[in-house]
């Protein structure tokens, strides 16, 4: 970015609020200590901390409404060195279940220099993550893919273990909103910030970035009316999939909400889901169909496709079948 040479980055500097026109119909800028940078078009790309909201009240426009979904996400990670016998094939694990209303679960990279990056995750207040490595390990036997606990047993930490904590899913739909001033809009975790949990944000923010590109160059610039309407719509368009995957598995756990249309991944139910994970430990068409969804390739609608539906729960018809929607027995012929 730096070597483009219409690009100038100025490091260190805060952004405040919003510099307006006269009429405050138009955003001309953003405030700063110095006195503000003006420009056409404002992006804000701060992510989930976007102030946004507040500074749109502060020029006198309502903010736009907001759905939430308090996932209470923990994470607890550490680098560590592996034992030099310790030489396994793979380059990720990924290991979780359900318990108690709530989900944990454990990731394994390999990195740098030979190291590994162990990750592990909660959602949901039943389930807190540990932040010793003592207890770490002990939660990571509780697990139900092995290799994660023994990849931290046969390590050894090289630094602190690291925490986090997200408490909400936020979308504010700027979509939607009736009172926006022209010259500003709003890409990634600032307009749509869901469970990081699932790894998507990065995914969503290129996304949104290149629908904020193409409409400049179809448009030719920033100047026609209603352009920045036309980006929101853009850009929520991007992050759809991703919000649906993620409030769809939160509100599995019981996480409360707010303002948030059940999408349908939550409607038919936890029984479905659950075959769809145990099958995707299974069979590697349904978990190559499972990755497709989770890296946005393919939307969520595709996991409910017969041929994967079938594949589903071939594996599972001579276990005790649960709780599943009438609505999806009778699409599968299982009624």
């Known amino acids: 970015?730096?070597?483009?040479?219409?690009?100038?980055?100025?490091?260190?500097?805060?952004?405040?609020?919003?510099?307006?026109?006269?009429?405050?119909?138009?955003?001309?800028?953003?405030?700063?200590?110095?006195?503000?940078?003006?420009?056409?078009?404002?992006?804000?790309?701060?992510g989930r901390g976007s102030r946004l909201p507040e500074w749109l009240?502060?020029?006198?426009?309502?903010?736009?409404?907001?759905?939430?979904?308090?996932?209470?996400?923990?994470?607890?990670?550490?680098?560590?060195?592996?034992?030099?016998?310790f030489d396994p094939e793979w380059l990720i694990i990924l290991g979780g279940q359900g318990v108690s209303g709530s989900s944990v679960g454990g990731v394994v990279l390999r990195v740098e220099h030979g190291r590994l990056h162990i990750s592990f995750g909660s959602i949901g207040r039943n389930a807190p993550v540990p932040t010793e490595i003592a207890e770490l390990r002990d939660f990571a036997d509780r697990l139900t893919a092995p290799v994660v606990a023994e990849a931290l047993r046969r390590s050894t930490p090289v630094g602190p273990i690291r925490t986090f904590r997200v408490r909400d899913n936020t979308r504010h739909h700027y979509d939607r909103s009736r009172e926006m001033p022209s010259g500003v809009v709003v890409l990634g975790d600032a307009a749509s910030a869901a469970n990081p949990i699932y790894g998507q944000g990065m995914s969503v923010a290129a996304l949104s970035a290149t629908a904020l590109g193409r409409m400049l160059i179809a448009e030719g610039g920033a100047s026609r009316p209603g352009f920045e309407r036309r980006v929101a719509r853009a850009v929520a368009a991007t992050s759809a999939e991703a919000w649906r995957l993620a409030v769809g598995e939160d509100l599995r756990y019981g996480c409360r909400a707010e303002g948030v249309r059940s999408p349908w991944t939550a409607r038919?139910?936890?029984?479905?889901?659950?075959?769809?994970?145990?099958?995707?430990?299974?069979?590697?068409?349904?978990?190559?169909?499972?990755?497709?969804?989770?890296?946005?390739?393919?939307?969520?609608?595709?996991?409910?496709?017969?041929?994967?539906?079938?594949?589903?729960?071939?594996?599972?018809?001579?276990?005790?079948?649960?709780?599943?929607?009438?609505?999806?027995?009778?699409?599968l012929g299982a009624a």
């Open 1 to 46: 970015m730096r070597a483009l040479p219409n690009v100038v980055i100025r490091d260190g500097v805060l952004a405040a609020g919003l510099l307006t026109d006269r009429t405050r119909s138009r955003v001309t800028g953003v405030r700063t200590a110095d006195g503000g940078l003006g420009a056409d078009l404002v992006v804000d790309a701060s």
């Open 57 to 85: 009240e502060r020029i006198g426009y309502r903010p736009p409404p907001v759905s939430i979904v308090h996932s209470d996400v923990r994470y607890a990670s550490v680098v560590t060195e592996p034992d030099p016998s």
């Open 268 to 331: 038919v139910g936890a029984g479905y889901r659950d075959r769809l994970e145990r099958a995707a430990a299974l069979d590697p068409e349904v978990a190559a169909a499972f990755n497709d969804v989770l890296n946005l390739h393919r939307p969520v609608s595709s996991l409910g496709a017969p041929r994967i539906a079938r594949r589903v729960l071939r594996p599972l018809r001579d276990r005790d079948p649960g709780t599943l929607s009438a609505t999806v027995a009778a699409v």
